[in-house]
């Protein structure tokens, strides 16, 4: 048995002497092989991205894809990993450990990108807190994951600023450059996948920096057993070394494939030798690279060499290395965490954002308490006659729109920059989309509903609004659940809408004709029929005949005084009659409450909806 593991190992690992690599004999599933066959990737307009490309990618190896321009590096790496393939169609056959498993090798791999998709307002240990949380299996005990998290800040050398806030390049200050994509390797090293995509890990990087991510790449492979392909543009030439094998693209196809000394010698045998004192990458790189001034030349050089290259003893041996490894073998299925973990991590994370940026959190209740005080100034003391009723009407329907307004565009400001982490967590399979939207409107909805107690309790004696508990609290509850009803109209919205602009445009007329449709500006009865319908869906309709009954039907306004000079005609002399005027019913007081929730369950259900048909085209 340990002969034929070592056997196994020989052959996975070929990328290197065995004698000299560290990883040991383990156990064949945790050692994974990629294949790609005979790729083919074109557009709708027919044009090829992609022609015949094949490859392998075996544990211990550290394999750069390389290329000019529209070489289709990228294009490669997204073909393996099933991403970002919307309009374009695919032929060929991936392969892990021999199975074709048709929708890339997500499930088995991590995919390292950019690290701008971090919450800046976390720390670093925090981060990998939650990320623990999301990626590890069902049945990880809180030390085991504590005890996760700790080896990979020290396999990343982030011991140093782990209590440190991420930050947003740019925007707000905090980790390094190096840190970041240390923190973005780590992200991936949570659950110890066997393979791990790369796409331009020292982009933005110093030369120290970049030498220092690329050594980790190789130590982890060389350590580890991981199968590391990374796509990467004008590495140094003490970075290119590094490298166990390089994959040259050109128009598509592949230039070469193999070691780097190997490269050297077969460019050099098709006539292309590396001058002295010049960086081999920067050589190749050029060499294939489609000239403006002269294409037709250069497409005929990189077909010649793509041509000799399928001829040459290096290609037959690559072919050989994917027949010795195409054999089936079995993989170790990667579980996510149960459904609850799921939500209680993605609730965690967002309320700590929530809570630590100062743009939802502090300001907004701030602007509330503003706003409550300016109500009750602005109104205050008012007394119970025509011009107080009026103005008792003003205010209460002010209330209405202050939550209104305050609360979409709010949420319309911040969901937005959710959306990319999103899609890579969900092509990442690491929570369905569910979970992310159930934890969002989780995470808003304790914000949404004390800003609203802080507008209520802030104005409501000022104002002179009946000193009664029970009115108070039915008061409160009202803008509670007018403010729940924005806030699922937001939140769906910025879920459905491509961009922050679109769902802005849109929320816009939306407001307009709920607004116009609530009561105040129209009264409901002498509506069009063909516009009747809309106060049905609207909160401005429900929210202020409930605040209107609510408060007139209180004893103080049981006499209302008319002015002397007054038609008595157009004198409402008590609260009821007020009520009756703008055709409100009394009994609607708390019906309205329940068509309130009622019609925010049915929006988050449509904002889902179209979040999940977004997401999925996005693919």
């Known amino acids: 048995m340990d002969s034929a593991k070592n056997e196994t190992s020989k052959t996975l690992l070929s990328a290197r002497d065995t004698e000299n690599n560290d990883i040991g004999v383990r156990e064949q599933d945790n050692l994974v092989t990629l294949q790609w066959r005979n790729l083919k990737v074109t557009t709708k307009a027919g044009r090829v991205l992609l022609n015949g490309v094949s490859g392998c990618a075996v544990p211990g190896e550290v394999i750069a894809l390389m290329g000019a321009s529209g070489a289709g590096k990228t294009t490669l790496l997204n073909t393996l990993l099933q991403r970002n393939l919307r309009g374009l169609q695919v032929e060929g056959e991936i392969l892990v450990n021999g199975q074709n498993i048709g929708k890339g090798v997500t499930s088995v791999s991590a995919y390292v990108q950019q690290e701008d998709l971090f919450m800046g307002t976390l720390t670093?240990?925090?981060?990998?807190?939650?990320?623990?949380?999301?990626?590890?299996?069902?049945?990880?005990?809180?030390?085991?994951?504590?005890?996760?998290?700790?080896?990979?800040?020290?396999?990343?050398?982030?011991?140093?600023?782990?209590?440190?806030?991420?930050?947003?390049?740019?925007?707000?200050?905090?980790?390094?450059?190096?840190?970041?994509?240390?923190?973005?390797?780590?992200?991936?090293?949570?659950?110890?996948?066997?393979?791990?995509?790369?796409?331009?890990?020292?982009?933005?990087?110093?030369?120290?920096?970049?030498?220092?991510?690329?050594?980790?790449?190789?130590?982890?492979?060389?350590?580890?057993?991981?199968?590391?392909?990374?796509?990467?543009?004008?590495?140094?030439?003490?970075?290119?070394?590094?490298?166990?094998?390089?994959?040259?693209?050109?128009?598509?196809?592949?230039?070469?494939?193999?070691?780097?000394?190997e490269a050297i010698h077969h460019f050099s045998?098709?006539?292309?030798?590396?001058?002295?004192?010049?960086?081999?990458?920067?050589?190749?790189?050029?060499?294939?690279?489609?000239?403006?001034?002269?294409?037709?030349?250069?497409?005929?050089?990189?077909?010649?060499?793509?041509?000799?290259?399928?001829?040459?003893?290096?290609?037959?041996?690559?072919?050989?290395?994917?027949?010795?490894?195409?054999?089936?073998?079995?993989?170790?299925?990667?579980?996510?965490?149960?459904?609850?973990?799921?939500?209680?991590?993605?609730?965690?994370r967002y309320m700590l954002d929530n809570i630590r940026n100062p743009a939802i959190m502090k300001a907004k209740l701030i602007q509330k308490l503003f706003m409550g005080l300016f109500i009750g100034t602005l109104f205050y003391g008012l007394e119970t006659d025509q011009d107080g009723l009026a103005s008792y009407k003003g205010a209460l329907f002010y209330y209405i729109s202050e939550l209104t307004y305050s609360t979409i565009f709010g949420i319309q400001a911040f969901m937005p920059a959710d959306y990319p982490p999103l899609v890579r967590e969900y092509d990442d399979r690491i929570y369905p989309i569910s979970a992310y939207y159930i934890a969002k409107i989780c995470s808003f909805?304790?914000?949404?509903?004390?800003?609203?107690?802080?507008?209520?309790?802030?104005?409501?004696?000022?104002?002179?609004?009946?000193?009664?508990?029970?009115?108070?609290?039915?008061?409160?509850?009202?803008?509670?659940?007018?403010?729940?009803?924005?806030?699922?109209?937001?939140?769906?919205?910025?879920?459905?809408?491509?961009?922050?602009?679109?769902?802005?445009?849109?929320?816009?007329?939306?407001?307009?004709?709920?607004?116009?449709?609530?009561?105040?500006?129209?009264?409901?009865?002498?509506?069009?029929?063909?516009?009747?319908?809309?106060q049905y869906l609207s909160w401005f309709r429900y929210g202020y005949e409930s605040l209107v009954v609510n408060q007139f039907q209180h004893d103080q306004f049981a006499n209302i005084t008319c002015n002397a000079n007054m038609n008595e005609q157009l004198c409402e002399k008590s609260g009821p009659i007020a009520i009756k005027n703008f055709s409100f019913d009394t009994a609607n007081l708390y019906t309205n409450w329940v068509a309130m929730i009622y019609l925010t369950i049915i929006i988050y259900i449509v904002g889902y909806m179209g979040l999940v048909r977004r997401v999925i085209a996005n693919r």
């Open 124 to 261: 670093v240990k925090e981060h990998l807190d939650i990320q623990a949380k999301l990626r590890l299996p069902p049945g990880t005990s809180t030390t085991a994951r504590a005890t996760r998290v700790n080896e990979v800040m020290n396999e990343m050398l982030l011991e140093k600023p782990r209590d440190s806030r991420i930050g947003v390049p740019g925007i707000k200050k905090g980790i390094s450059g190096g840190e970041m994509k240390r923190l973005a390797f780590a992200t991936e090293m949570i659950n110890n996948p066997p393979i791990i995509f790369c796409d331009e890990p020292t982009t933005g990087l110093d030369s120290h920096m970049s030498l220092q991510v690329v050594k980790t790449l190789e130590q982890m492979a060389l350590e580890k057993g991981k199968t590391i392909i990374c796509t990467i543009h004008q590495p140094s030439s003490e970075v290119f070394e590094i490298f166990d094998k390089v994959v040259f693209l050109a128009q598509g196809r592949i230039a070469f494939h193999g070691a780097i000394d």
């Open 445 to 534: 909805l304790p914000i949404f509903t004390v800003d609203g107690i802080i507008l209520v309790v802030s104005s409501y004696f000022l104002v002179g609004f009946p000193s009664d508990f029970g009115v108070f609290l039915r008061q409160i509850f009202t803008c509670m659940a007018i403010e729940w009803n924005v806030a699922a109209l937001g939140i769906a919205v910025c879920a459905t809408a491509p961009s922050y602009a679109i769902a802005v445009t849109v929320t816009g007329p939306l407001l307009t004709v709920f607004s116009l449709t609530g009561g105040l500006f129209t009264n409901i009865a002498e509506m069009p029929a063909w516009i009747n319908w809309v």
């Open 269 to 348: 045998s098709c006539g292309y030798q590396v001058p002295d004192h010049t960086n081999p990458a920067d050589y190749f790189i050029d060499t294939l690279a489609i000239k403006p001034s002269e294409a037709e030349a250069c497409k005929s050089r990189c077909q010649e060499l793509c041509d000799k290259f399928e001829k040459s003893f290096y290609n037959e041996r690559l072919t050989k290395l994917m027949d010795q490894t195409k054999d089936v073998r079995a993989m170790t299925p990667h579980h996510s965490a149960t459904y609850p973990v799921l939500l209680y991590a993605l609730f965690y």
